[in-house]
């Protein structure tokens, strides 16, 4: 598989290039909290204004279903973008229709151009072939740099490809690396931890997993459904019952295919999950009836950092504990610790992904530490199952 990107279009120059790129950033009252997705496009963006491009940017913002949602305009990020970019950037308040085309056609080489709201339209989410076919009319080559998105056949993520040549930005092509190198060429022994609170949405995952890891470490919600699959009463923990014959065919999955499942030896409990609940600790299969576990040992913590030190990839999904609430955090940042110093020492290439995750590290400072976080929430789960993601299989030759 050979990912076409910009680096190999030759004549950038006076050209057209619509971006995808997901500004879909956090926004409070007109401002915005996180400028990181901003951040990870400024290569992409940047060779593009050296080259001379004219570059229009298409993103989503929201969930506004086809409809204009005038507090879901992407207008409100403008400023933040411009600053994050470092060059000036005009706004026209469609992504399709005359006004875009007119000021797209009469775009200065090296000048850049955000479009409206590419889901203000019913087509977009549709997959509407006339709609892809009407974004592709502003420009002359399609770029995908939005590798969080590239998981939904959407218009302006799939759809358009059938319109136009399109290649890989450079934030996309260093997720599709960081991600081959973890699953696709990893270097062994490789680990993954998997965690967070249901089985149920771990399936897939949990079954491309086995197939593919040396260890498969579990802790959370994970853990809990897996231990009492296993026979271990687990109190009051978050627990799937109705999962048990999954997790015991993966289980058996796992045996098959030489990966070692690691379950934890000593759990965190309390009463109840709630802040300043005093947690104790209790050996995994003597999790009393009334307590639920809501974050691993200091014995499993001391027994990942050993299995981190002789790791050479890691995987990871899902927080370790209810890291919400401290002090239920300490299993996720000790072991987090760890990962960072191993990766920053050069044994371990570790990649991290995930909603609730990358949120964790971050939070611990810890995110910047680590070999590659994905920006991606459900184009990693997805990737790490093991999908071929629409929006990218048109950038491969
Ligand atoms: P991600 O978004 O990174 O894929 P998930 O959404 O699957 O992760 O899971 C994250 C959630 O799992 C967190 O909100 C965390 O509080 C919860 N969690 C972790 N461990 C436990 C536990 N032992 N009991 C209940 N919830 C847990
Ligand atoms: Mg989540």
Known sequence: MKLKTIHDVKNLKGLGVLVRVDLNVPVHQGKVL????????????????????????????????GQVVPNLSLRQILPALKNALGHPVQFVPDCVGEEALKVAQSLEPGSILLLENVRFHEGEEKNDLQFAEQLAGLGALYVNDGFAVSHRAHSSTQGITNFLPSVAGLLMAAEIEALSKTLTHPAPPVVAFLSGSKVSTKLSILNNLVLKVDSLVLAGGIATTFLYAKGIPVGKSLCEKNQIKEAQGILKSAEKNNCRIILPQDVMVVPEIKEGALPTCVPVDQIPEDQTAVDIGPKTIKALSEI???AKTLVWNGPLGVFEIPPFDQGTREVAKTVATQTQSGSLFSVAGGGETVAALTQMGLAKDLSYVSTAGGAFLEWVEGKTLPGIAALVS
């Open 308 to 310: 981190l030190k002789k």
């Open 34 to 65: 996180d400028t990181t997705r901003m951040d990870r496009i400024v290569p992409t963006v940047d060779f593009l204004v050296q080259a001379g491009a004219r570059v229009i940017l298409l993103s989503h913002f929201g969930r506004p279903k």
